[in-house]
């Protein structure tokens, strides 16, 4: 089957850096578009950026400029560079991949989250 596996969450102060990376597992075959939501506490989740296979980036206003969205499609793994963080990306990060094609079929596919907290 297939899974998404996220590290490199943590505690960090206000304009610190923390990178994040998100891993697909099993007999997969392609992945279309790759991305990464976060759920602040109480709140909806919502986009941060996306990523095609092709390499195109698209990100939320209030991370443009600041957060980095990359993938290695060889290795089926998606990354979050977020730099100049503030105390309003506190959130719950969950990486997510669209378009997955695998030994299963085609699917959506979501990680289990990762926290990011960020002290001011």
């Known amino acids: 089957q297939v899974q998404l596996v996220e590290s490199g969450g943590g505690l960090v102060q206000a304009g610190g850096s923390l990178s994040l990376s998100c891993a697909a597992s099993?007999?997969?075959?392609?992945?279309?578009?790759m991305a990464w939501y976060r759920q602040p506490p109480g709140k909806q989740r919502d986009l941060v950026a996306t990523?095609?296979?092709?390499?195109?980036?698209n990100y939320a206003d209030s991370v443009k400029g600041r957060f980095t969205i990359s993938r290695d499609n060889a290795k089926n793994t998606v990354y979050l560079r977020m730099n100049s963080l503030k105390p309003e990306d506190r959130a719950v990060y969950y990486c997510?991949?669209?378009?997955?094609?695998?030994?299963w079929g085609m699917g959506r596919y979501w990680g289990q989250g990762t926290q990011v907290t960020v002290s001011s």
């Open positions: 997510n991949a669209d378009g997955l094609r695998s030994a």
């Open positions: 099993g007999t997969i075959f392609s992945i279309n578009t």
């Open positions: 990523i095609t296979s092709g390499g195109s980036t």
